[in-house]
């Protein structure tokens, strides 16, 4: 229209205006009432104003000093009920708001824009200090019915579009437009103040990674926007680091979309409805598609009294799954991970330095860990300068991840510090192969199509305590430089049904591509025979072993188990394992060449010559585990030491008489003499 050709101001300008045109023309009625000449200024008039709104209208239209603001009022109405490009307009369509909630909403606006308007709005109100919007200004200012009120599920009140503040007993409560709103609507696009706290924008980022689907998903989303009713939540599976987010920001530029990652784990189960609505109202203001992450949104319900946005994103682990929603079609993807090659071209990209180090130790590294395309970034973001550092940084990377899930165990037990037979010991050796060339194996189609779940690799120890099993599996461990967590049974195994199996599928499913050794030391309490079904709980019982047969046989890593009893393991997991080792106690030259090991590994290699014929004896005469060994000539040390003496026999045999005791053992008085003499 002319009459706005030459004003500048935005719609909320013309908002404002239209308030203060209304509210100047109500002040001048107001006014009138209560002259002397107005038939409205008894107090029984008052209570009879049936025809107070057609008194009004004509009163106005006879003011010749008011035709001005009525006829601008006129022109400023008629232009914001005909636009139809600005944020307004668009609001009121997106939420479907009839003319008493834009009333109220523009009036909100109004004053957000001009707090003065309250004093005005006060005495409108015959109050004095009610400066704030309320139903009855609003339904006095635009001449709504009297008594008409915003119901329950107005979208002004399940949007937050309007926020309502409690007000004194017999007083209406005041309403004032949300923040983020008022500032949405003068053009300002930023995140809801709620969110910043728990969320983040997603940046672009760099090229795509080979294999990954971007295209097949963006199709799936074109199909999607042709139909105005669908709506789409995609699960993008991976492990950490694998690449998620990148992804969903790579599909999104293709629509000229940002996405907005919320991590719902740090949003408590009793606030989870308001920040929805929250994630869902900044997706249908600034396009900022919903990004969920964090274990939380897999046991959260989706509210259905808010309306979601026609495109959701999930960030989950390979083994998540989401419940299903009547309202969404659910499309899933796991992103691949980084083949061998592909991984090295990645360091070489993204970590310059990596060009300089030992070509061998940079192919072996790349070999052995699995890393992920997120700590390749992140390496070459904190300049690594050496294989070590990045050692260092993959470890501790591992290390956030399981949590209290595990406890990582540390050691520098090389294989040869390990007595045990050559059965075990070719064992052993073959298992370390294994674990190195199985990676670059297991990328081959072929192999693949042959053992399409068989790609674990899990070895079984079994024998009496104190016979090397634990220090086997560090030893394995410090040569494929690769961490060993040892899974703590205490959060593990639950006295509920089921909830032992969730666990450990938890574990398994966040060490899956991480450059990690498991370790369960005790396994027959988890993975003990089943048993005949006499009442439910056996039933439920077996329900969970074999829920965990189907998760090992799943698992893509490394395993070590350890037990006492290789009796009291389930048949069904001995045929998953690749290898079963039977840890024997050591035989008399198996016993000396322990205590030759612990004596000059603890006491100092000069006491071997005074103390080998001693040792013979007592390695010939005393059966003992490594353990009972080990312990037995540290005890022997300290007991030296505290008489400021040599360290000799009879020291060692005070150690080993408390080693035996502990089981309720000790030596036999013939033997112990006789080694006493010879001493």
């Known amino acids: 229209m002319n009459f706005l050709k030459d004003h500048t101001s935005s719609i909320p300008d013309y908002v404002l205006e239209r308030v203060r045109l209304r509210a100047t023309l109500k002040l001048h009625w107001q006014r009138f009432t209560r002259t002397a000449d107005s038939p409205y200024s008894t107090v029984e008039a008052c209570l009879d104003d049936s025809g107070e709104t057609e008194e009004e209208s004509v009163w106005l239209n006879n003011n010749a000093a008011l035709q001005p603001a009525i006829d601008r009022l006129a022109m400023v109405e008629a232009f914001l009920a005909d636009e139809q490009a600005s944020r307004l307009s668009f609001l009121v369509r997106v939420f479907g708001l009839n003319v008493l909630e834009l009333d109220i909403l523009q009036c909100c606006l109004a004053l957000s824009l001009e707090p003065k308007l309250g004093r005005i709005f006060a005495f409108l109100q015959d109050h004095t200090v009610q400066q704030q919007v309320t139903e009855y200004l609003v339904g006095k200012l635009f001449d709504h019915p009297k008594g008409r009120t915003l119901p329950a599920n107005s979208p002004l009140k399940s949007w937050r579009l309007v926020l309502e503040h409690p007000a004194a007993a017999g007083d209406q409560p005041g309403l004032e437009c949300d923040p983020f709103l008022r500032n949405w609507l003068l053009g300002v696009d930023q995140v809801d103040d709620p969110l910043c706290r728990i969320g983040k924008v997603l940046e672009t980022v760099n090229p795509p990674l080979k294999d990954w689907p971007v295209d097949e998903v963006a199709n799936h989303i074109q199909r999607m926007v042709e139909d105005p009713e669908s709506r789409l939540r995609i699960v993008v599976a991976g492990q950490q680091g694998s690449g998620r987010s990148s992804f969903i920001t790579l599909v999104l530029q293709r629509f000229g979309l940002a996405g907005f990652e919320v991590n719902t784990d740090r949003i408590p189960e009793e606030y989870w409805k308001d920040y929805y609505m929250h994630v869902q109202r900044q997706a249908f203001l600034t396009d900022r598609v919903p990004v969920w992450a964090g274990d939380a949104i897999l046991n959260r319900h989706w509210p259905e009294e808010t309306y979601p946005w026609l495109l959701q994103f999930i960030v989950g682990e390979p083994n998540g799954h989401i419940a299903p929603d009547d309202r969404f079609f659910d499309l899933r993807l796991e992103l ?225 188990l350890a037990t006492n009893n290789k009796s009291n393991i389930d048949n069904g997991f001995m045929r998953r394992f690749r290898y079963v080792l039977d840890f024997q106690k050591p035989d008399a030259s198996q016993r000396l060449e322990l205590w030759r090991k612990m004596i000059a590994e603890l006491a100092g290699i000069h006491y071997l010559s005074s103390l080998d014929q001693q040792l013979i004896r007592l390695a010939d005469s005393v059966e003992l585990t490594g353990a009972q060994i080990k312990f037995a000539a540290l005890s022997g040390i300290f007991s030296a030491q505290k008489e400021s003496a040599h360290l000799g026999a009879a020291h060692l045999l005070k150690a080993i008489e408390r080693e035996l005791a502990k089981e309720g053992k000790g030596i036999n008085k013939q033997v112990y003499q006789t080694l006493l003499k010879a001493v």
């Open 336 to 560: 691949p991970p980084l083949q061998y090659q592909e991984r090295l071209s990645l360091w070489h990209q993204w970590v310059p330095a990596a060009g300089e180090w030992p070509r061998q130790d940079l192919e072996e590294m790349v070999l052995r860990h699995q890393s992920t395309i997120g700590q390749i970034v992140a390496a070459g973001r904190r300049t690594v300068s050496g294989i070590q550092e990045v050692a260092a940084m993959l470890k501790a990377d591992a290390a956030r991840q399981l949590g209290q899930l595990a406890q990582q165990v540390t050691s520098d037990f090389r294989l040869d510090d390990l007595v045990v037979s050559d059965t075990v010991r070719e064992g052993l050796e073959d298992f370390v192969y294994e674990a190195t060339a199985r990676i670059a194996f297991w990328e081959k189609a072929q192999h693949q199509r042959l053992f399409p779940q068989g790609k674990s690799l899990i070895g079984l120890f079994t024998g009496s305590p104190g016979t090397g099993k634990s220090m086997a599996a560090q030893v394995i461990a410090n040569t494929l430089q690769l961490d060993l967590y040892r899974i703590d049974l205490s959060m593990t195994v639950s006295k509920y049904i089921g909830e032992s199996a969730k666990n450990i599928e938890r574990i398994l499913s966040r060490s899956k591509h991480m450059d990690v050794i498991l370790f369960f030391d005790e396994a027959d309490a988890l993975f003990g025979k089943r048993t005949d079904i006499k009442d439910a709980h056996d039933r439920y019982a077996n329900t969970d072993t074999n829920y965990l047969l189907q998760a090992i046989e799943n698992y893509p890593g490394i395993v070590l």
